[in-house]
Structures are given as structure tokens and as C-alpha cells.
């Protein structure tokens, strides 16, 4: 079973990011950290013993880049759907099978202070079944570690992740076959929605999660 490393959280701003995290969760967020080669800063969270949540936008104060930001932060239609509301934009497995390699760009150099990292986000043969599947979000990015897992210096609290949720609609329940052949990942199930005659499924493929808050016996979905 691949492990689940961590869960993103996109927002037009970061300010407006950790409101909504903090406010839903009622949970402080870390200080600002900085991957100055993606122009991406963020905030994150520990939402289980060994799974943290991130919660990213793109820097403002960033210079030109010579590459794409990770998780499609680039994109128009995503940055217009961040104005709207913060939402969960992706997922980070551990890489433990080379065999899906061959779904994935190579392997980057990424850092955040002392952290460090290598990862592959979904490349185009992750769009067999259809186009541009690849950046919305459902197919995991990957990491491999070369330093200290950050989630060892995190606080515990009172949180604890129920689930990880792709929602589908009928006709796009093909994409639940290709995720599942990359193998078994910690956490991640499906839902899939019955469509009704000439519905649109605009809004779908999306993702959702599910933290269970401890202290006040609930479940909260972001």
C-alpha cells in the first residue's frame, strides 16, 4: 500500500487559506515556509499521526520562474475557482513502486528551509482516459524525502483524517480503475454520483476529505 505523505490545500492567498483551514478546524497553522524554486509559500498542519495538510498559494512576491508550479497552481480556470473558495487541489504519496513511474514527470529537487525533497508530479500518459486528467488533482503526486520528515517536528492535536475522497460522476467512473491499478493508497476512496438526463458534470472530478475532530466528536469535510 503506498503511503500517504500529505493532503494540499490551494487558496488565491495564503492569508485567506489559513483562515478558512483554522477557522474549519479550529487548529493554528505553522509558520509561512517558502519553496522558492516552485514560487509557492504555505502553511501546514498535522491532521494525523503520520499525515500532514498543506495549505498553498502562490507567492506574490515571486520572481519569473522557469517552470510550472506543482498541482496546476498555474492554471486559469483553477485560480478562478480559488477566488471563489480555498479547496483540496491534490495529494502526496510516498514513492515505493517503480512500475508507475512511467505515469510521472522525472523526479525534481524541491526544498522548504532544512527540508528537503525529490517529487514527480502526474504526467501526460497519466491522461490515457481522458485529457488533461492529469492536472486536476486525482492522480497522487509523489515524494521521496532526502532529510527529516517535517511531520516529526509537528504538534500533536486533536485531529485525526477520516478519509480521502475522489468524487466522480457516472460517466467518468473509468478514472476509479486507472487510480486503483497504481496500487493501494492509505486513506483514499471513491464516491461516485448518479447522474440525472443531460446533467452537467462540470464540477466533477473533484476531491474532499474528512477529519474527524476529536474533542468536539465531529466529522469536517474540507
Known amino acids: 500500500m503506498h503511503k500517504l505523505d500529505h493532503v494540499v490545500i490551494a487558496a488565491n492567498n495564503l492569508d485567506e487559506g489559513t483562515s478558512y483551514v483554522e477557522n474549519k478546524l479550529n487548529v493554528k497553522l505553522s509558520n509561512i515556509g517558502y519553496h522558492r524554486d516552485m514560487g509557492t509559500h504555505n502553511r501546514v498542519v498535522k491532521i494525523s499521526k503520520s499525515v500532514y495538510l498543506e495549505v498553498i498559494s502562490i507567492d506574490p512576491n515571486c520572481g519569473h520562474l522557469n517552470s510550472k508550479r506543482w498541482f ?42 532544512d527540508y528537503k525533497w525529490k517529487f514527480a508530479m502526474p504526467g501526460t ?22 532529510s527529516e520528515k517535517p511531520i516529526n517536528k509537528m504538534q500533536d492535536n486533536h485531529l485525526n483524517l477520516e478519509k ?46 474528512n477529519i474527524e475532530d476529536k474533542i468536539r466528536d465531529t466529522i469536517i469535510t474540507l
Open 164 to 209: 480521502i475522497e475522489v468524487l466522480l460522476s457516472e460517466s467518468q467512473s473509468t478514472y476509479k480503475n486507472f487510480i486503483n491499478s497504481l496500487g493501494a493508497i492509505e486513506k483514499l476512496t471513491f464516491s461516485i454520483t448518479k447522474q440525472k438526463n443531460n446533467s452537467s458534470t462540470v464540477d466533477y472530478p473533484k476531491l474532499k476529505i
Open 72 to 113: 496546476n497552481l498555474d492554471s486559469l480556470k483553477l485560480q478562478s475557482q480559488l477566488r471563489k473558495s480555498p479547496q483540496v487541489i491534490g495529494y502526496v504519496i510516498e514513492n515505493v513502486d517503480i512500475k508507475i513511474l512511467k505515469y510521472y514527470e522525472p523526479f525534481f529537487k524541491a526544498s522548504r528551509g
Open 125 to 146: 500518459k497519466a491522461s490515457i482516459l481522458a485529457d488533461q486528467t492529469h492536472l486536476n488533482g486525482i492522480i497522487p503526486s509523489l515524494i521521496n524525502w532526502e
